[in-house]
Structures are given as C-alpha cells and as structure tokens.
C-alpha cells in the first residue's frame, strides 16, 4: 500500500515536472521533447496491442498520416477540438476496416500486408494531392504554439499509457495475450478473437492518428513522403523492442535513447546518419532481444534470488 | 422423451477433391462417453473439428439443446457449452498453470467473475495440477500439459467436452490416471465425445462408439458389438487379413 502511494507521487511529480519543461526548456530542448512524447504517444499504443497479441504492424505511419493530412485538410474550416476528434475518429474507421481484412492473417503475413497498406496510403496521397488537389504539399497555418502542442502530446502520452495500463490490467488485454500465446486455444476458450484484435488495433491507431495530428501542427508544411514515412514504422518497432513490450513503461525506455541517439547522430553524422542507426538497430536487437525493460528485470531477478 | 444432448446430421466436409467426412449422422446421449473412432485418415478429427467450428461444414448439422453449432465461431459454440482439446497438446507455453486455466474461467458460458480465481484453484486440484499453478505450462511434462488443456477445456463450463486422443502418448501409470480423470469428469455430468486409439481405454470407458471409414460412418452401436463387426475388422486390419 505505502510503496503504491510512492509511486503514484512520484508519478504525480514527474508530470508536474514534465509539464513544466516549456517554462524553463531552450527551444531545441522543447523540441526534442516533443519528439520523444510523439514517439511515446506510437510506440505505447504499438506495444499495447502487438506486443501482448505479436500482431506485428508496420502500419503505424499509416495512421500517423492520416492524423497529419485530417488537419493539413480540415483545419482551415473546423476549430481544432474538432480536426483532433475527426483525426482520431479517421484513423479508428480506416483500422476498422483494415483489421477485418487483415487481421484473419498471421505471423509474416500480417507483417507484410500492414507494410504494404502503410505503402498504398502514401501512394494514393500522392496521385490524390497530384491529380485531384494539383499540389503536392500543403502549409498548415494554425496559431498554436510549441508551447501548446507540447503540452497536448504530453496529454496524449499520459492518456495513452493510462489506456495501455488499463488495458494490459482487463480481461481483455489477458485475452489478447493468449490471443498472442495460441490463437486457436483462445478460440475455443470463449475469447471472440476478431472482435478483440480489430477493436485493440483500432484504438490504438485511433492514438497514433491522434499523435500525428498533433505533430501536424508541428510539421506547417505538410507532404505525403513526410507524413506516411514508412521509416517511422520501423522506428517504433525498434523503439518497442529496444524497451521491452513486457512492461508498461518499456516502450518509454527506448524511445527516450533512441531519440537522443538519433538527434546526436543527425548532427554528428548528418551524412552516414541512417547507416550507423541501421548499425546500432542490429547492435541493440543482438544484445537486448528482451528490451531495457526486460535485461532490467533480469538484474532485479537475479538480486531478488542473491537476497533469498 | 429424447435424450439427446447432440444430434449430428449429415454432416460433409472436402478439401478440394478429398471428402473428408461423407455425410455422417450420429446422436451423442446426456450424461454417456462416446467413442468416435477409425483408421488414420478417416474423418474423426474433422467431425470434431466440424462440431466445434474449427474448420465450417459443406453441408449438415449439429444440433445442441435445440440449436445448431453449424455456422457458428468457434467462441459462441465454446459459450453454448461445448469445449474441446486438441491432438496435438496446446497449452500456452509462456503463461502460467493459473493463467492457462484462467483463460476459461474468464471467458467460457459463465464468467466467474470475483470467484475466478478460487475456481481456477478448485480446477488446478481436481486434475492434479495442485502444486504447479505458478510454473509455465511449457515446462510441463506432456501429462501434466495434458492436464492443463483438460482444465482449461472444463473451466468453461461444458456440458459437453470433445477430446481428441487425450490418452495417446501416455505410459501406463499415466493412462489409468487419465482414464479414472476422464470418468470422474463424466461423474460430475459432462457428455464427453473422444477420438481414441487405446482400445482397452475405449472398452472400459465408452458406453457407445461410433466407428468411421474414409469419411463415413460404418459402424454404432456398444464397445463390443462395433469393434467385432466385420467391416470394422476388414477397416482395421485390411480385407486379407479380416
């Protein structure tokens, strides 16, 4: 009970803390925070649903997309509220639909098909902002401030990881584990599979478009290539599992590093950037195929045993 | 009046060119074990995959208190009380004992909500499974899996529970154990339909068989009676040696 209330103080402080850094942060400070709290915001709502259900999705920047172009296209003619709610709303009905046609498949075959949705989305922005729109990019004027969009990712992260919390503590996340463990015995254990993993899937995109329309407002000027990089797919799975998908907070523990690294690297390397992240991706799935989160737990396992 | 529990009617199954099962008929009394068995190859998994809606029929039904299981997921016929195992043991391999057999209790007929966990305690003890709750089930030995996937099948609260050739694979010690499992479990009032091979297993267990050949059904009737039918016999051991 005391170590609970510990802890949700500590919580408590570490988000006054965190909604404080704009008071105190430089400009390039503020702005790697909210990097890392758009990369939270994916990476958590990626490992909430692939990681207990191992549905491996390459579709994040699919949603993330989407979140971005729901503003870049609506924000000229609704109140932000508004955009946000339709970005999510946009990015729940297209993960929907997906996941009925997707999620009957498994293991690589998943992998490949979200891939290549992620891909189909990015291609039919552009033949649409091409042929239909006769552009290929688009500025997105909003008077919001780094300030603000700062503290709505910091919402969002915290809704985010209180959902994830929620539902890796419900029945249902128990059941997407066992979906994640054998389908088949979750099948005939009661657990209505499809249902699940389309709701699960369709939630959580419903956050990452909700991220990437936030990050809209960052971005201002708004093309296909940016916002449906595939890239960022593959980041968040390399965040995931750098932290581990076991534990609440182990996605947040490779996305903090990783963004740090790739912000040192941009500028140290800005040339041989991708090479020697790629390098570092293989050196951290070598030697921490458990995550942060899981070596972490490893250490506390072999203390708890030594104390014993 | 009747008391039939389930009542298999014309039931088929092809994969592509290959009939599987051939419009078999057959009725599952309340309260009997029934035997369903046959050569290698000759449907029986597939009549069990059929009724349980692992894989969906061509044509025919399967009637359960009234409704047919035929078109139905695999979770709602689970839900109208029927559970299953498998030929091929399948138990979560990284999850515990406790929450392999928590995955029924949570989501089977009946939720059991608040008492979830004391039913899966209640479960753990009743097939001697008592001091494992905290290993993971993929550490099991292959009786001990058996086991869980028993207990996992009877934490959704069957009335009827298939079991596909749960005793094979088992050493003597442990077959007279699951045999006197199998009839405890009859005992407390669940219908049990099983696929089997040991024969002396079928003969002390089962009330009625039901024997199959290259998809359909060639035999019914007692343990005695079915096995000594000639083309029972020429279906085993081929027609030189019969």
């Given amino acids: ?308 | 009046m009747s008391d039939e529990l389930l009542t298999v009617d014309d039931l088929a199954k092809s994969f592509g060119g290959l009939a599987a099962v051939r419009g078999i008929s057959f009725e599952v009394r309340a309260g009997e074990i029934l035997g369903l068995l046959g050569p290698n190859g000759s449907g029986k998994t597939t009549v069990m995959n059929l009724i349980s809606g692992e894989i969906a029929a061509d044509r025919g039904r399967a009637i359960l208190a009234g409704g047919d299981l035929i078109g139905l997921k695999p979770y709602q016929i689970n839900r109208r009380r029927v559970a299953r195992t498998f030929q091929l043991v399948r138990v979560l391999p990284n999850m515990t004992v406790r929450e392999n057999i928590m995955t029924g209790v949570l989501f089977g007929a009946d939720p059991a909500g608040r008492a979830a966990g004391r039913t899966a305690e209640d479960l753990m003890q009743r097939v001697g499974l008592g001091t494992l709750a905290g290993q993971p089930a993929g550490q099991l030995t292959y009786i001990e899996q058996k086991r869980v996937e028993m207990a996992r099948a009877l934490a959704t609260q069957p009335k009827l529970l298939l079991l596909d050739e749960w005793l094979a694979g088992l050493n003597p010690t442990e077959l007279r154990e699951g045999m006197a499992l199998i009839e405890q479990i009859r005992a407390d009032g669940v219908t049990i339909v099983m696929v089997e091979h040991v024969m002396h297993a079928i003969r002390r267990l089962c009330d009625r068989v039901v024997v199959m050949n290259a998809g359909a059904k060639i035999a019914e009737g007692s343990p005695e009676t079915a096995l000594a039918d000639p083309e029972v016999v020429r279906a085993y051991l081929g027609t030189d040696d019969a």
């Fill in chain 1, 1 to 308: 009970m005391t170590s609970r209330l510990f802890l949700s103080a500590g919580l408590l402080v570490a988000l006054a803390v965190l909604a404080a850094v704009p008071w105190f942060a430089s400009a390039y400070v503020l702005a790697v925070g909210i990097t890392i709290l758009s990369f939270t915001v994916l990476t958590t709502a990626w490992a909430a649903f692939s990681g207990p259900s191992r549905y491996v999705s390459l579709a994040t920047s699919a949603f993330f997309g989407v979140g971005v172009y729901s503003v870049a296209v609506a924000i000229d003619y609704l109140p932000l509220p508004v955009v946000l709610a339709i970005a999510a709303a946009v990015g729940f009905a297209i993960a929907l639909v997906v996941g009925l046609a997707t999620l009957r498949l498994s293991g690589v075959y998943f992998v490949i098909f979200t891939f290549g949705l992620a891909e189909l989305t990015k291609q039919v922005m552009i033949w649409y902002e091409i042929n239909q729109n006769q552009t290929l990019a688009r500025i997105v004027f909003v008077d919001t401030s780094t300030e603000q969009i700062y503290w709505m990712l910091l919402a969002l992260a915290v809704a985010t990881l209180v959902i994830a919390w929620g539902l890796r503590r419900s029945r249902y996340g128990f059941a997407l584990q066992v979906i994640g463990e054998d389908e088949t015995v979750a099948r005939h254990s009661g657990i209505n599979t499809t249902a699940l993993k389309v709701l699960s899937f369709a939630l959580t995109a419903a956050l990452m478009s909700l991220a990437g329309a936030m990050m809209s407002l960052r971005f201002t000027y708004v093309d296909p290539n940016t916002a449906f990089n595939s890239f960022v797919s593959f980041q968040v799975l390399i965040m995931a599992l750098l932290g581990g998908v076991g534990a609440l907070f182990g996605p947040l523990l490779g996305v903090v590093p990783l963004v740090l690294l790739s912000e040192y690297l941009s500028g140290s390397f800005p040339y041989h950037f991708n090479i020697v992240l790629g390098i570092c991706f293989v050196l951290i799935v070598f030697f921490l195929p458990t995550g942060v989160a899981g070596l972490l737990q490893g250490w506390a396992h072999r203390l708890t045993g030594r104390a014993s």
